[in-house]
Each structure stands twice: as structure tokens, then as C-alpha cells.
């Protein structure tokens, strides 16, 4: 069975990174449709203020051709042909504004260029990685079936035992939810319950505004653990997560390493219901319930289940509370 376990960890890690993949890339797609408009605005921008300072160049020809035809044979760029029409003194306001324009529609459109093009590669090696890491997923997941197969009676058995000790812990848990439901309405306050864990640097964060989610989590509690599953039929482990904050209004990526950067941090001790909790390098997100315990959809194989937070301490990462 620990084999099983570790294999567990490491092919949950490998969805968890996958799905970070298609975050990014789905942020780069957007971000590269954005470039390719402002590319497209800015060359337009350059090829209207080019028209024009042509049509000013013959207007002055026509009026001054000896030296305006001396200045345009004896300039070495755009930018040197409008130095010399202004020492002339023959440029006007009109014509300096022109040509800053095609100097800032210049550089936009350099710089769009670059950023396009590093856009682009970036966007063709998240794809190679994400490829990767589906073949990753797809050996590890061929292999844990293996194992589990080797020792399915046993398995069966370990189940049985989990779920019944799950429907205790489960009760429990929706009984303390309650009471502290209560106790909210009654001081028209809501209270949270620290984690009975090992301390860190307190960080105080702003009390939560969604500890209500974790009923909501708790109705997942026995649906199987489903590799990119975020809907009642199975879930992973940021898919409940995203699954639950939805029911109340709230978008999440499914990531656990994308749902890091929403929320602020908050301490170990300082944890409500309704905070996430992070684990295995981010490769691991669960849902903090109060007395302790988070509600999280583990691995291949398990099904959403409350676990101890103690008990994860050794590869506990931290804590975020949505706002």
C-alpha cells in the first residue's frame, strides 16, 4: 500500500503541474490576441503618419524645391530629414506631432514584434511541456492500475474500513459546523476555529467572507477521485475546490498552483473555514473546515474525504483565504 501512496503523490503532483500548464497557456493565448491587435492598431498608426509626412514633403517641394530636395538627398534617415526641414525652418507644429507619431507607432511596433514573438515560444514550450507531462500522467496512472489490481481484495477491505470511519468523522464535523452556525447567528459574528497544529508567524488576514462554502464541500464527501474532474461526479483536488467557491459566486482556475496566487496569506493559526490549504510543493489543495481538519479529494483511487491537518504538516506549504 505504500507503494500505491507514493505513487499517488507523485501522479497527483504531475496532473496538478498539467493543469498549471493549461492556465498559462490559456493566459497566453489571451495575452497574444491582445499583442496581435495592438501590433495590427500600431502598424496602421505608422502607415497613416508615413502618408502624411509624404503629403507634406511635396507640399514643401512644391514650394521650396531647391532646399527642400537638398534635405531629402542629404538625409540619412526620417528622423534626420525632419531634423534638417526644422533647422530650415520650414517644418511647422503640425508636422513635429506627425513625426513623433511615427517615432511612437515605430517603437510599438518594434516592441509588439518582440513581445510576439516571445509570446509564441513560450506558448510552444508550455505546449511541449504539457505533452509531456500527459505522457507522465498516462504511464503513471498505467502503472498505479497495476498495482491496484495486484492487491484489489485488500484495497476493498481498507475501503470499507475508510469510508466507515469517514461517516463518523463527516458527522462530527457537520455538527460542529452547525453550533458554530448557531453561535454566528446568536453574536451576529462569524467564529472561527484554529488549527490545533504546530504554529507559524502569525499573519493576520481579513476575516473570511465564505466559510458558508464549506457545507457546500461537504456535500462532495464519498464522490471518487476523478483526474480533472470538477463536478459532482468526481472530482480532483482543485477541481472540488473550484467546484465549491462557484456555488458561491467565486471563479478559481483548476490549478492548485494558479489558485496560490488568489486571497491572501494567512497563518496556520489563524485559519477559518473556507481557507485553502496547500501542500506537496503546491502540487496539493484541500479546504480548510475548522477543528483541525480540511475536506480534500486526495488521489487516484480515494474519494473526497476530511483529513487531519496534523497529519500533513511534514509537506504542509501554507494557507490563502479568498475575499
Given at each position: 500500500?505504500?507503494?500505491?501512496?507514493?505513487?499517488?503523490?507523485?501522479?497527483?503532483?504531475a496532473?496538478a503541474?498539467y493543469?498549471?500548464?493549461?492556465?498559462?497557456?490559456?493566459?497566453?493565448q489571451?495575452?497574444?490576441?491582445?499583442?496581435?491587435?495592438?501590433l495590427?492598431?500600431?502598424?496602421?498608426?505608422?502607415?497613416?503618419?508615413?502618408?502624411?509626412?509624404?503629403k507634406?514633403?511635396?507640399?514643401?517641394?512644391?514650394s521650396?524645391?531647391?532646399?527642400?530636395?537638398?534635405v531629402?538627398?542629404?538625409?540619412?534617415s526620417?528622423?534626420?530629414?525632419?531634423?534638417?526641414?526644422d533647422?530650415?525652418?520650414?517644418?511647422?507644429?503640425l508636422?513635429?506631432?506627425?513625426?513623433?507619431?511615427v517615432?511612437?507607432?515605430?517603437k510599438?511596433?518594434?516592441?509588439?514584434g518582440?513581445?510576439?514573438?516571445?509570446?509564441?515560444?513560450l506558448?510552444?514550450?508550455?505546449?511541449a511541456?504539457r505533452?509531456?507531462?500527459?505522457?507522465?500522467i498516462?504511464s503513471?496512472?498505467?502503472?498505479?492500475?497495476?498495482?491496484?489490481?495486484s492487491?484489489?481484495?485488500?484495497?476493498?477491505s481498507?475501503?470499507?474500513?475508510q469510508?466507515?470511519?469517514?461517516?463518523?468523522?463527516?458527522?462530527?464535523?457537520?455538527?460542529?459546523?452547525?453550533?458554530?452556525?448557531?453561535?454566528?447567528?446568536?453574536?451576529?459574528?462569524?467564529v472561527g476555529?484554529?488549527?490545533t497544529t504546530?504554529?507559524s508567524s502569525?499573519v493576520?488576514a481579513?476575516?473570511?467572507?465564505?466559510?458558508?462554502?464549506v457545507?457546500?464541500?461537504?456535500?462532495?464527501?464519498?464522490?471518487?477521485?476523478?483526474w480533472g474532474g470538477?463536478a459532482?461526479?468526481?472530482?480532483?483536488?482543485s477541481?472540488?475546490?473550484?467546484?465549491a467557491y462557484?456555488?458561491?459566486?467565486v471563479?478559481?482556475?483548476?490549478?492548485s498552483?494558479?489558485q496560490?496566487?488568489?486571497?491572501?496569506?494567512v497563518?496556520?493559526?489563524q485559519?477559518?473555514?473556507?481557507?485553502?490549504?496547500f501542500?506537496?510543493?503546491?502540487?496539493?489543495?484541500?479546504?480548510?473546515?475548522?477543528?483541525g481538519?480540511?475536506?480534500?479529494?486526495?488521489?487516484?483511487?480515494?474519494?473526497?474525504?476530511?483529513s487531519?491537518?496534523a497529519?500533513?504538516?511534514?509537506?504542509?506549504?501554507?494557507?490563502?483565504?479568498?475575499?
Amino acid at each position: 500500500m505504500g507503494q500505491v501512496q507514493q505513487l499517488g503523490s507523485s501522479l497527483e503532483t504531475a496532473i496538478a503541474q498539467y493543469q498549471y500548464a493549461n492556465v498559462r497557456l490559456q493566459r497566453i493565448q489571451r495575452e497574444l490576441r491582445t499583442n496581435r491587435h495592438e501590433l495590427r492598431i500600431a502598424k496602421t498608426n505608422l502607415k497613416t503618419s508615413q502618408r502624411i509626412i509624404a503629403k507634406r514633403l511635396v507640399t514643401l517641394y512644391r514650394s521650396e524645391p531647391t532646399s527642400t530636395l537638398e534635405v531629402i538627398l542629404g538625409a540619412k534617415s526620417l528622423d534626420d530629414m525632419m531634423n534638417r526641414l526644422d533647422t530650415a525652418k520650414s517644418v511647422t507644429n503640425l508636422d513635429s506631432r506627425v513625426l513623433q507619431n511615427v517615432e511612437s507607432s515605430r517603437k510599438t511596433v518594434e516592441s509588439s514584434g518582440r513581445q510576439l514573438a516571445h509570446m509564441r515560444s513560450l506558448q510552444q514550450q508550455i505546449v511541449a511541456e504539457r505533452a509531456a507531462k500527459k505522457q507522465e500522467i498516462e504511464s503513471k496512472i498505467a502503472e498505479q492500475k497495476r498495482l491496484l489490481d495486484s492487491i484489489r481484495g485488500q484495497i476493498a477491505s481498507l475501503e470499507a474500513a475508510q469510508r466507515a470511519r469517514q461517516l463518523q468523522i463527516a458527522r462530527a464535523a457537520q455538527a460542529r459546523l452547525q453550533a458554530q452556525r448557531a453561535q454566528a447567528q446568536d453574536t451576529n459574528t462569524i467564529v472561527g476555529v484554529s488549527a490545533t497544529t504546530p504554529g507559524s508567524s502569525t499573519v493576520v488576514a481579513p476575516p473570511s467572507k465564505y466559510t458558508g462554502v464549506v457545507g457546500i464541500a461537504m456535500q462532495a464527501l464519498g464522490t471518487p477521485y476523478v483526474w480533472g474532474g470538477a463536478a459532482p461526479g468526481g472530482f480532483d483536488c482543485s477541481g472540488l475546490v473550484m467546484w465549491a467557491y462557484a456555488q458561491v459566486g467565486v471563479a478559481l482556475p483548476h490549478s492548485s498552483y494558479a489558485q496560490w496566487g488568489y486571497g491572501v496569506p494567512v497563518s496556520v493559526d489563524q485559519l477559518e473555514p473556507g481557507d485553502l490549504v496547500f501542500f506537496n510543493g503546491l502540487g496539493h489543495v484541500g479546504m480548510y473546515i475548522g477543528g483541525g481538519q480540511f475536506i480534500e479529494a486526495p488521489h487516484t483511487g480515494a474519494f473526497v474525504q476530511i483529513s487531519n491537518l496534523a497529519d500533513r504538516m511534514g509537506d504542509y506549504v501554507g494557507a490563502r483565504r479568498i475575499l
